[in-house]
């Protein structure tokens, strides 16, 4: 069996016969069909035994995105029960409407469409894992952990537009066009603006598993001058610009050290009760109780991570509590999609 002999599956968004774009959902693009490709003629080389099972996980994932595309495009006008709706009725629905009646309020196709990017993260996160056991080459493990990574950033990328949708002190335009970002990335569950963030996101992370940060001095500058070294110009000028606010140094701190502003406290207040000068990360996290779920370099430890900090943050925005109100990733965010606004 190979891929040729599977089910067709849905690729790039493209032009229907009226001259207009496909609402279909985008299983794989053209450089994740090469990759499938490739990892399929491995297997049935190598580990035949397993070919089958791929195939239902592929069939079964494109069959998940055909029911999702079966329901209303978000992005052409439609009436229902004599209602208007569109894209732009959606937007201004995004803008006006109140976090907690969102979910109930939002299009099937929304819905439905976030439990197709897990099962896409999901099935690469498999694939991976046969591919690390079948001893694939390191080349063809790193390309499917990119395409892991690419539905990790579109999952991500969806809940920081949401959460600077949610904040009210950005102008009203700023927020119209972060609804608009959220729109396209609905329609296809494809987010092309992903490329201008997510990079130096992974690096950021990359880096991060590197370090090992001195609970003493905590924010050390060695750590952060090294964290900034492995980067690009777009995280230094966001260092530069962001630093000195207090909010961004707390975000970082937690992102760096892998634990909340709370846990990161009571460190430093053990260390003054011990009267030490410091702790290693590891040693912090004995203290702490703290265990990994998953190894540095899974993609699930990174969700995992800004889920547990965007949960905090969020709970010490309602409860009005010291810490960051916001995660690293959506200030830098921010940061990028105004320095792109600036710009233009």
Same mark, same amino acid.
């Given at each position: 069996?190979?891929?040729?002999?599977?089910?067709?599956?849905?690729?790039?968004?493209?032009?229907?016969?009226?001259?207009?774009? +496909?609402?279909?959902?985008?299983?794989?693009?053209?450089?994740?069909?090469?990759?499938?490709?490739?990892?399929?003629?491995?297997?049935?080389?190598?580990?035949?035994?397993?070919?089958?099972?791929?195939?239902?996980?592929?069939?079964? &994932?494109?069959?998940?995105?055909?029911?999702?595309?079966?329901?209303?495009?978000?992005?052409?006008?439609?009436?229902?029960?004599?209602?208007?709706? +569109?894209?732009?009725?959606?937007?201004?629905?995004?803008?006006?409407?109140?976090?907690?009646?969102?979910?109930?309020?939002?299009?099937?196709?929304?819905?439905?469409?976030?439990?197709?990017?897990?099962?896409?993260?999901?099935?690469?996160?498999?694939?991976?894992?046969?591919?690390?056991?079948?001893?694939?080459?390191?080349?063809?493990?790193?390309?499917?952990?990119?395409?892991?990574?690419?539905?990790?950033?579109?999952?991500?990328?969806?809940?920081?537009?949401?959460?600077?949708?949610?904040?009210?002190?950005? *102008?009203?335009?700023?927020?119209?066009?972060?609804?608009? &970002?959220?729109?396209?990335?609905?329609?296809?569950?494809?987010?092309?603006?992903?490329?201008?963030?997510?990079?130096?996101?992974?690096?950021?992370?990359?880096?991060?598993?590197?370090?090992?940060?001195?609970?003493?001095?905590?924010?050390?500058?060695?750590?952060?001058?090294?964290? +900034?070294?492995?980067?690009?110009?777009?995280?230094?000028?966001?260092?530069?610009?962001?630093?000195?606010?207090?909010?961004?140094?707390?975000?970082? #701190?937690?992102?760096?050290?892998?634990? +909340?502003?709370?846990?990161?406290?009571?460190?430093?207040?053990?260390?003054?009760?011990?009267?030490?000068?410091?702790?290693?990360?590891? #040693?912090?996290?004995?203290?702490?109780?703290?265990?990994?779920?998953?190894?540095?370099?899974?993609?699930?430890?990174?969700?995992?991570?800004?889920?547990?900090?965007?949960?905090?943050?969020?709970?010490?925005?309602? &409860? *009005?509590?010291?810490?960051?109100?916001?995660?690293?990733?959506?200030?830098?965010?921010?940061?990028?999609?105004?320095?792109?606004?600036?710009?233009?």
């Amino acid at each position: 069996m190979t891929y040729a002999s599977l089910s067709a599956t849905l690729s790039m968004p493209y032009t229907t016969e009226d001259g207009g774009t +496909s609402s279909d959902i985008v299983v794989f693009d053209k450089d994740e069909h090469a990759v499938i490709e490739q990892i399929l003629k491995s297997l049935q080389a190598y580990a035949p035994g397993v070919l089958s099972n791929i195939a239902n996980y592929i069939t079964t &994932l494109e069959q998940v995105a055909v029911a999702v595309s079966r329901y209303p495009s978000i992005q052409r006008s439609t009436v229902l029960a004599g209602e208007h709706r +569109s894209a732009e009725t959606l937007i201004d629905t995004l803008c006006s409407s109140a976090p907690a009646s969102r979910l109930l309020t939002l299009p099937t196709k929304v819905i439905l469409g976030k439990s197709f990017l897990i099962a896409k993260f999901q099935t690469f996160s498999a694939l991976t894992k046969i591919a690390m056991n079948a001893f694939f080459e390191e080349k063809d493990i790193q390309a499917l952990r990119r395409i892991t990574l690419r539905a990790m950033f579109a999952l991500m990328a969806e809940d920081v537009y949401t959460m600077l949708l949610d904040n009210a002190e950005l *102008q009203h335009e700023t927020r119209k066009d972060i609804a608009e &970002l959220l729109t396209e990335l609905w329609e296809h569950r494809l987010d092309e603006h992903s490329s201008s963030f997510a990079p130096v996101l992974h690096k950021v992370w990359t880096a991060r598993n590197k370090l090992a940060p001195n609970f003493g001095s905590m924010l050390g500058v060695s750590e952060l001058f090294l964290l +900034s070294m492995e980067l690009d110009e777009s995280w230094e000028r966001f260092m530069i610009a962001k630093l000195a606010d207090p909010e961004i140094g707390q975000a970082l #701190e937690e992102f760096l050290f892998g634990i +909340s502003y709370e846990k990161i406290n009571f460190i430093r207040n053990v260390l003054k009760e011990r009267k030490a000068s410091a702790l290693s990360r590891d #040693e912090a996290y004995n203290l702490l109780g703290f265990k990994r779920e998953f190894p540095s370099d899974d993609p699930r430890g990174f969700y995992t991570s800004f889920i547990d900090r965007k949960s905090n943050a969020e709970s010490r925005r309602r &409860l *009005q509590v010291p810490g960051p109100k916001r995660t690293l990733e959506d200030l830098y965010i921010q940061f990028i999609f105004e320095e792109g606004l600036s710009d233009t």
